[in-house]
C-alpha cells in the first residue's frame, strides 16, 4: 500500500477546518427558510407584505386628477411617476382632505435632475441654478406637468450644455450647430419626436476636409477616396472635438 505523502496530510488538517466551518456557518447564520422558495430567504415575502403602503402609483392619482395626467401623458415628464416629486401619496389616498401631497415650492428638486452635470444623457435640459433666473422658482416659467420652455430657445446650449462647452475648446468652435444638424424650432418644443439629423455620409466632412475642397489652409485635409474609405469620419473623429493624431 502506497504511503500518503506528508505534505497531503498537513493539507487534510486545514480543508478539513474550512469545511466544518462552512458547515457551520450554513448551519448557523444561513436563516432556516431560505431556499423554501427560491434563492431567498422565505420569510421576507411575509415580512414585506406587512409593511405599511406608502406609494399608491400613476395610477390611482390618475383617478382624481384626470385633466392633470392627461396633460402629463404628452409632456416630457411623461415617464416620470408623480410621486417623484410628490412623495408618497398613499395616504393622501387614505384621507384626500385630511392629507395634502407635497408640492414642491423651491428650485432645488428640478435641479437634481436639470442641474448642469456632463454625464447626464446629452439632450436632457440642463441649466446652471445659479445663472439661469436665480430668483424665481422654476414653476413661474415652467409647468411641472408639461415643461415646455415658455418661448422658442434661441440656443442650443440650453438642452446641450456639455457639448456646447466641449466645442468651444475645439477646431469647430467657429461652426454654428446649424452648419451639421438639420434644425427647426419645432425640436424646441418636441425635442424627442422632432430630432435634428445628424450627418451620416463621409461626403459631409469631405465639403470641408477633402483634398482640395475650398476653405482656409490650416483646414486638415485628406484623400477621402483612401483615407480609411471603410470608416465614417464620426468612428474615428468626434464632430464636437475633432482631434487629429
Do not use: W
Amino acid at each position: 500500500m502506497r504511503k500518503i505523502p506528508d505534505q497531503i496530510k498537513r493539507l487534510i488538517v486545514p480543508f478539513a477546518i474550512v469545511a466544518i466551518l462552512l458547515l457551520a456557518m450554513r448551519y448557523f447564520l444561513v436563516p432556516r427558510s431560505f431556499g423554501k422558495y427560491g434563492h431567498y430567504r422565505a420569510d421576507a415575502v411575509d415580512e414585506i407584505a406587512g409593511l405599511n403602503i406608502m406609494y399608491a402609483g400613476h395610477d390611482a392619482c390618475s383617478l382624481c386628477h384626470t385633466d392633470i395626467s392627461q396633460l402629463k401623458s404628452t409632456g416630457n415628464h411623461m415617464g416620470v411617476s408623480c410621486e417623484v416629486c410628490h412623495e408618497p401619496a398613499q395616504a393622501h389616498i387614505d384621507d384626500p382632505t385630511g392629507v395634502k401631497p407635497h408640492a414642491p415650492r423651491d428650485r432645488v428638486l428640478c435641479s437634481l435632475c436639470h442641474g448642469y452635470n456632463p454625464s447626464r444623457p446629452t439632450g436632457l435640459p440642463q441649466i446652471i441654478p445659479e445663472a439661469h433666473n436665480p430668483t424665481k422658482p422654476c414653476f413661474s416659467c415652467h409647468n411641472p406637468h408639461d415643461p415646455k420652455p415658455p418661448h422658442p430657445l434661441k440656443e442650443c446650449s440650453a438642452c446641450h450644455l456639455h457639448i456646447v462647452r466641449l466645442k468651444a475648446e475645439s477646431a469647430h468652435s467657429g461652426l454654428p450647430c446649424e452648419r451639421c444638424h438639420g434644425f427647426t424650432q419645432k425640436h424646441v418644443v418636441e425635442p424627442r419626436g422632432l430630432k435634428p439629423s445628424t450627418p451620416r455620409e463621409r461626403g459631409f466632412c469631405g465639403a470641408c476636409h477633402a483634398a482640395g475642397a475650398p476653405g482656409l489652409k490650416d483646414i486638415p485635409r485628406v484623400d477621402i477616396m483612401e483615407h480609411y474609405n471603410e470608416y465614417q469620419c464620426y468612428q474615428c473623429h468626434y464632430p464636437h472635438l475633432p482631434e487629429v493624431d
